[in-house]
């Protein structure tokens, strides 16, 4: 065995022994400098030899996190450390006499502290911050760090909400030393933002540190503070999904009710149920908004929002009240058929059944066979055919329409014997029937026919009148004579009235289907206004998320 392996544990029970002596030869200097720095020192008192020196006291902020930040109550809480350095006079020793200790840590009540305070706190105790430990070096440098959970006043400007940026202000200064006694230095340009924990609803995007000298009217000395500005921009991602794409997917709903069927009955009740909506939505943002006379971004889309809600309402109604025109109604105006029915129905793609937007239905009338009555009686077809054949060969051989008239005559004279019309007039037929034949719209009906027969079936005399003329001709009268016991003029009477009472109807129809067109051109027209409203709102509100 070797000497150095023999003296090994020597040498490991000596460095055992020796590190308590060690330690407890730190403890015994530490004690003894406690002692003699503090003999006849105060807290009370600026630590300056003498009273007209000015103390610098130079200060740093780390902004290690964002609490809260209350928008309705303008107060913003945050988590930070505070470190403040300046010099003592009193408390420097010779590292010599006390075993080269260089530096020692008491609690911070043993030494005189600067009082710096927030200047805009909007705490209510004044507590937040915790009492540590100081760091005392031989030179006289002190050293505190302190953690503090601050609450802060913070004017907010929600005119862009959700996409706001906020610049929230922590004034630190002293309460009552002025610029000639302490002076207080930046020891960085803007806070250490290394170990910031991220927020969900706020961006950091800075912190500048600025030194201010404030002269304020009650004292005539100046007063230094330091302001940091705590630059936020508000992380809108979270207000977008839940507030402003519900808010625009029921705005597009809204002009949906001028394409709703005004006989549906439920147009009116859509618009109340989207106006509703966007009311809950209303609330929600205004209870977290301040009280303010700035109106966000978000409410003023609200609100442009509800209006034109409201106004698409009011115009459903007025819509709803022309489609249901009754009788009553006046005829629609020259100037509303021209511009509406014409040229604003191409322009909304309104269009009647059989039209496309290539060809416009014109107004046509089917063209009609011949049709004839017997004091408001239909005859056969067989007649009405015959009828028509007559006035189809009018332009033709007058011999030939000679003939032909001849022959519907007689069947309308036996249609008109009372043999043949037992069953269709019970009353029989007298002296002055008459026969109407209305041919329609068929080209080249003229001049008319009439004839009259005698009781036995030979003709008596023939007359032909016509209606209209060659060119307007629709409608010709033939005229017989034949016994009927039935009290015709009471019958022709009770014809007219049905005609009239047909044809009225058939005007109020027409009017009321106009109006109803004015209607439905209308709440095409409105509803397309409507949706480019919409979608411009949309796109500027989004617009300024870009």
Same mark, same amino acid.
């Given at each position: 065995m070797d000497l150095r392996s023999r003296l090994f544990p020597l040498q490991l029970l000596f460095g055992v022994s020796i590190f308590p002596v060690c330690w407890s030869a730190q403890g015994k200097y530490a004690h003894k400098l406690m002692k003699d720095l503090f003999a006849n020192y105060t807290s009370a008192l600026r630590p300056v030899e003498d009273t007209d020196n000015?103390?610098?006291?130079?200060?740093?902020?780390?902004?290690?996190?964002?609490?809260?930040?209350?928008?309705?109550?303008? $107060?913003?809480?945050?988590?930070?450390?505070?470190?403040?350095?300046?010099?003592?006079?009193?408390?420097?020793?010779?590292?010599?006499?006390?075993?080269?200790?260089?530096t020692i840590r008491i609690p911070s009540?043993?030494?005189?502290?600067?009082?710096?305070?927030?200047?805009?706190?909007?705490?209510?105790?004044?507590?937040?911050?915790?009492?540590?430990?100081v760091v005392i070096s031989y030179d006289g440098h002190i050293t505190w760090d302190q953690p503090a959970i601050t609450k802060s006043s913070c004017k907010v400007d929600v005119s862009f909400f959700p996409f706001d940026a906020q610049q929230c202000r922590l004034t630190f200064g002293?309460?009552?030393?002025?610029?000639n006694q302490m002076d207080i230095l930046n020891g960085m340009d803007s806070a250490d933002l290394a170990d910031f924990v991220e927020n969900v609803e706020w961006e950091v995007l800075g912190m500048p540190a600025k030194k201010n000298i404030i002269l304020y009217g009650c004292c005539s000395d100046p007063y230094p503070d330091i302001t940091y500005t705590l630059q936020l921009k508000r992380r809108a991602s979270?207000?977008?999904?839940?507030?402003? $794409?519900?808010?625009?997917?029921?705005?597009?709903?809204?002009?949906?009710?001028?394409?709703?069927?005004?006989?549906?009955?439920?147009?009116?009740?859509?618009?109340?149920?989207?106006?509703?909506?966007?009311?809950?939505? %209303?609330?929600?943002?205004?209870?977290?908004?301040?009280?303010?006379e700035n109106v966000p971004l978000i409410g003023k889309y609200y609100i442009a929002t509800m209006t034109m809600i409201t106004a698409s309402t009011a115009l459903t109604i007025f819509i709803m009240n022309i489609h249901h025109c009754g009788p009553?109604?006046?005829?629609?105006?020259?100037?509303?058929?021209?511009?509406?029915?014409?040229?604003?129905?191409?322009?909304?793609?309104?269009?009647?059944?059989?039209?496309?937007?290539?060809?416009? %239905?014109?107004?046509?009338?089917?063209?009609?066979g011949a049709s004839w009555t017997v004091n408001g009686q239909t005859g056969r077809e067989e007649l009405a055919l015959k009828t028509r054949n007559t006035v189809a060969s009018e332009a033709?051989?007058?011999?030939?329409?000679?003939?032909?008239?001849e022959e519907v005559e007689d069947d309308l004279s036996s249609a008109l014997s009372p043999e043949a019309n037992v069953a269709a007039c019970p009353s029989s037929w007298k002296d002055g029937a008459s026969v109407n034949t209305d041919y329609g719209d068929v080209s080249g009906a003229v001049g008319g026919c009439g004839g009259r027969r005698g009781t036995g079936g030979g003709r008596e005399g023939e007359s032909v009148g016509a209606v209209g003329?060659?060119?307007?001709?629709?409608?010709?009268?033939?005229?017989?004579?034949?016994?009927?016991?039935?009290?015709?003029?009471s019958l022709?009477?009770? $014809?007219?009235? $049905?005609?009239?009472?047909?044809?009225? %109807?058939?005007?109020?129809q027409r009017r009321s289907g106009e109006w109803r067109k004015v209607a439905k051109v209308m709440d095409r027209f409105f509803m397309w206004i409507f949706f480019i409203m919409v979608f411009l709102m949309s796109l500027l509100i989004m617009g300024k998320a870009i």
């Open positions: 000015i103390i610098n006291v130079t200060l740093q902020i780390t902004l290690s996190q964002i609490i809260d930040m209350d928008e309705r109550n303008q $107060i913003l809480t945050t988590y930070l450390w505070i470190r403040q350095v300046w010099f003592d006079a009193y408390l420097t020793w010779n590292k010599a006499d006390y075993d080269g200790l260089d009540s043993y030494v005189w502290r600067p009082d710096i305070v927030l200047y805009n706190n909007a705490d209510d105790q004044f507590s937040s911050s915790m009492e540590t430990n002293s309460w009552t030393h002025n610029g979270f207000y977008i999904f839940n507030l402003l $794409i519900p808010c625009m997917m029921i705005s597009f709903l809204a002009p949906l009710g001028f394409y709703l069927p005004a006989d549906s009955g439920e147009k009116v009740s859509l618009g109340v149920t989207v106006l509703l909506a966007l009311t809950v939505f %209303q609330l929600l943002v205004a209870e977290s908004m301040p009280p303010s009553e109604a006046r005829p629609v105006p020259e100037w509303a058929r021209r511009f509406i029915l014409h040229y604003l129905a191409r322009i909304c793609f309104v269009y009647e059944v059989g039209e496309s937007c290539l060809s416009v %239905q014109t107004e046509k009338t089917a063209k009609r033709g051989d007058s011999q030939k329409l000679k003939d032909h008239k003329g060659k060119d307007s001709g629709k409608r010709k009268e033939l005229l017989f004579k034949g016994q009927c016991i039935c009290h015709h003029q022709l009477r009770n $014809i007219e009235y $049905i005609a009239n009472c047909y044809h009225d %109807q058939k005007a109020t």
